[in-house]
C-alpha cells in the first residue's frame, strides 16, 4: 500500500511539472535560491507533537511513521503549490522526501528480518525451532532485501527526474538573465552525477 502510494504520488508530481511555469518569484536572487533547495538541505519531517523523527536507523514503527508524515506532508505541500502559497520547486521537495522515507521503511524491514533470522538460527542451533523455520526466515530476509534495493534505485530515479526539471527550470531562468551561469553549470553537474550513480549500480553486481 505505502509503495502504491508513493509511486501514485510521484506520477502526479511528475505529470505536473511537465506543465509547470516559471516559480512566481521577483528576484533573480530568490528564483536561484529556491531552485537550488530542490535537491539539498530538505527539512527535518516531524511526528503528530512536533518532535523531529529520527534520521538513520530506525524501527519499522518508526519508519512507518515518517513515511506516512511524509505523504501527508507532499499532500498538503502540492495543495498549497496549487493555491500559489509555495513555489514549483518547494513543493517538489516533497517527492524527494517521501522516497527517502520509504527506502528508510523498506531498509527497517530489512533489518528487523535479520534479527528475526539470527533469534530463529539461534534456537535452531539449541534445538528449540526446526530448520523449516529458518529456511522461512531466510526468504523472508530475501524478500526484504529485494524491496530494498527496488526502493534504493526508485529514490535515485525521483532525485534524477527532479534533477532534470530543475535542470530545465535553471536553463529558462539562465536565458532570462535571472540567475548565474554557475547555478546553470551546478544543475547540469548534479543531473551527470546522478546519472552516473544510477549507471554505476546498473552495472554492479547483484549479490
Request: aromatic letters at 2%.
Amino acid at each position: 500500500m505505502f509503495r502504491h502510494a508513493c509511486f501514485c504520488g510521484f506520477l502526479s508530481l511528475a505529470l505536473a511539472a511537465r506543465a509547470q511555469q516559471l516559480p512566481a518569484k521577483s528576484g533573480g536572487d530568490d528564483l536561484e535560491q529556491s531552485a537550488n533547495h530542490l535537491l539539498e538541505d530538505l527539512p527535518p519531517l516531524v511526528d503528530e507533537q512536533g518532535k523531529a523523527l529520527p534520521v538513520g536507523k530506525t524501527s519499522v514503527e518508526q519508519a512507518r511513521n515518517r513515511l506516512q508524515a511524509a505523504q501527508r506532508k507532499s499532500q498538503r505541500w502540492d495543495k498549497l503549490f496549487r493555491q500559489g502559497i509555495l513555489s514549483k520547486a518547494e513543493a517538489e521537495r516533497c517527492a524527494i522526501e517521501v522516497s527517502t522515507a520509504l527506502a528508510a521503511l523498506e531498509h527497517a524491514n530489512v533489518d528487523e528480518a535479520q534479527s528475526q533470522l539470527e533469534a530463529i538460527q539461534k534456537r535452531v542451533s539449541e534445538g528449540s525451532a526446526d530448520k523449516a523455520l529458518a529456511d522461512s526466515a531466510e526468504a523472508s530476509l530475501k524478500s526484504s532485501q529485494e524491496a530494498a534495493a527496488k526502493a534504493d534505485a526508485q529514490l535515485l530515479q525521483t532525485k534524477l527526474d527532479l534533477a532534470k526539471i530543475n535542470l530545465g527550470r535553471q536553463q529558462l531562468l539562465y536565458n532570462e538573465r535571472l540567475v548565474s551561469h554557475s547555478a546553470l553549470n551546478a544543475a547540469q553537474a548534479q543531473v551527470q552525477k546522478l546519472t552516473d550513480q544510477q549507471a554505476a549500480k546498473a552495472a554492479a553486481p547483484v549479490p
